[in-house]
């Protein structure tokens, strides 16, 4: 006869909704950071979650709070863009919209880990994340387009 041992874990998950903390039920995109917090944008914008408090982000310079496509560059940087098609990053604890000559319909933001990929009507524009200015501008025209990132 032979003794069998086991063990097991049950997850630990919690669920959020508007009546608990959560400033909508309707979440775009989510990212945990490198110091463990979880942003997430919803309707109401974008927001910090520190395992207690939900944190609203917000800029003057928005025209609208909604958006996706939240990423994390390697100076600690939030990006993300909201739905008019205007890129914003979160530095210093503040948001600020980065400058676009003509912002376009959303579309999600890629980066390598020197290089964030901005849309614009026609372009799609590569920035140097250290000096966030331009490197090159890809002419697109009217096509439809999608963006991805292989191997850095």
């Known amino acids: 006869m032979f003794a069998l041992k086991t063990s097991a874990q ?4 919690q669920n959020f909704s508007i009546t608990n903390g959560l400033p909508s039920n309707s979440i775009y995109s989510i990212l945990q950071d490198k110091n463990g917090f979880i942003w997430f944008t919803c309707d109401e914008g974008l927001f910090r979650y520190d395992g207690t408090y939900f944190k609203s982000f917000r800029s003057p310079e928005q025209t609208s709070y909604s958006g996706s496509s939240i990423l994390e560059d390697i100076y600690g940087r939030i990006w993300y863009m909201d739905f008019d098609g205007n890129a914003f990053y ?3 604890n503040k948001v600020k919209r ?4 003509l912002s376009s319909s959303y579309y999600q933001l890629k980066a390598t880990k020197s290089v964030i990929f901005i849309h614009e009507k026609n372009d799609v524009i590569a920035i140097d994340l250290k000096t966030l200015k331009e490197i090159k501008r890809f002419k697109i025209g009217q096509l439809i387009y999608s963006c991805e990132v292989l191997n850095d």
Not at 98 to 101: G, I
């Open 10 to 13: 049950d997850p630990y998950s």
């Open 90 to 92: 979160l530095q210093n």
């Open 98 to 101: 980065f400058p676009q000559k």
